[in-house]
């Protein structure tokens, strides 16, 4: 295998069929799921209501991103596994939220990264990458903000 196939991570010849692409969204699945849970019980344990309506929006736009995931992978022929990781726990509420904006990170991180390998292969799978990543992208600001006004040297 010469440099350019072992950067682009593809043998010659090697075929990219669609059931190649179900292991990585069935991953992606099981980490937005583990996230979801994770903003709910970090929405439970809030301090304060403002705090809490907040992680519970930001949870249900985490849903509506489970259930993209979800169709996709039916529509695929694969099934989903509804059995999720534990989440994250934090000493306090900054924490808690800290975490869920590096897993929400990461997560458009990997979006981006899983766009430039599929394209131009499965546009479709593209464009739901780069939704996913514009949706994440959103939820990031969202948490942010809440970890802004729960971090009370952020405005030093």
């Known amino acids: 295998m010469g440099f350019w196939e072992r950067l682009i991570g593809a043998r010659p010849g090697e075929e990219k069929d669609r059931q190649r692409l179900l ?3 069935l991953a992606n699945y099981r980490a937005e799921a583990r996230l979801a849970r994770q903003i709910r019980e970090h929405a439970a344990h809030a301090p304060h209501q403002a705090g809490a309506e907040g992680l ?9 991103i489970v259930q993209l995931l979800h169709d996709k992978i ?21 924490v808690r939220i800290v975490l869920d904006l590096e897993d929400t990170l990461a997560l458009r991180r990997r979006y981006n990264e899983q766009a430039s390998y599929r394209d131009p292969d499965f546009p479709d799978i593209v464009a739901l990458y780069r939704t996913l990543e514009h949706k994440k992208a959103r ?7 809440l970890a802004l006004r729960a971090d009370p040297h952020a405005l030093d």
């Open 23 to 25: 292991p990585e969204l």
């Open 56 to 64: 519970r929006a930001v949870a249900e736009e985490q849903d509506r």
């Open 74 to 94: 039916v529509a695929l022929g694969g099934e989903v596994n509804h059995k999720v990781a534990p989440p994250k726990g934090g000493k306090n509420y900054w």
């Open 139 to 145: 939820l990031s600001a969202l948490l942010r903000d």
